[in-house]
């Protein structure tokens, strides 16, 4: 009989491509900052990076919410409730991360634009990166415990 198979990977891979995606736009956004800089003979700033970056950490959360799911071993007739709950929190942190490739975007803009206010673009990036951090945990803290273990 196969166990623990958990939610087969959906919390891992939509997580992963929201930060995909939210490191594609925010890294688009820099590189066209970036090219604004050089083309007014401007400094460049490096910082952009941080914003292209800061998508990448809802690809840890779906991953370590995919080994949680498994490790609970629960029941096979379980199992298409904890794909459901895998993808659904999969998708919750997928989003995040999207959306704090957006944020990134247009932090990235706007710094090189002004050179000021890289500690206020970073905690939106933060605020939204808590949703990733809420559907992780409040879902792993849901998670039915076996009768028994």
């Known amino acids: 009989m196969i166990a623990g198979l958990g939610d087969m990977g959906c919390s891992l891979a939509f997580a992963a491509i929201g930060s995909a995606i939210g490191t594609g736009v925010a890294g688009m956004a820099a590189i066209g900052a970036w090219k604004k800089a050089f083309l007014q003979n401007k ?3 490096f910082i952009l ?17 995919k080994n949680q799911i498994k490790a609970a071993d629960l029941p ?10 895998g993808l659904v ?3 919750a942190i997928g989003f995040s991360a999207i959306m704090q490739g957006k944020a990134g975007a247009r932090a990235a803009d706007a710094l ?8 206020n673009y970073l905690m939106v990036i933060g605020v939204i990166e808590t949703v ?15 009768a028994g273990m």
């Open 132 to 146: 990733a951090l809420f559907a992780m945990v409040f879902v792993m803290t849901g998670l039915p415990k076996v």
């Open 49 to 65: 990076i941080a914003f292209v970056g800061a998508p990448l950490s809802q690809t840890i959360y779906g991953f370590i919410l």
């Open 43 to 45: 400094v460049a700033p």
């Open 112 to 119: 090189t634009e002004t050179g000021k206010g890289f500690g």
């Open 89 to 91: 929190a999969g998708l």
């Open 76 to 85: 096979a007739e379980s199992y298409p409730y904890q794909i459901i709950i």
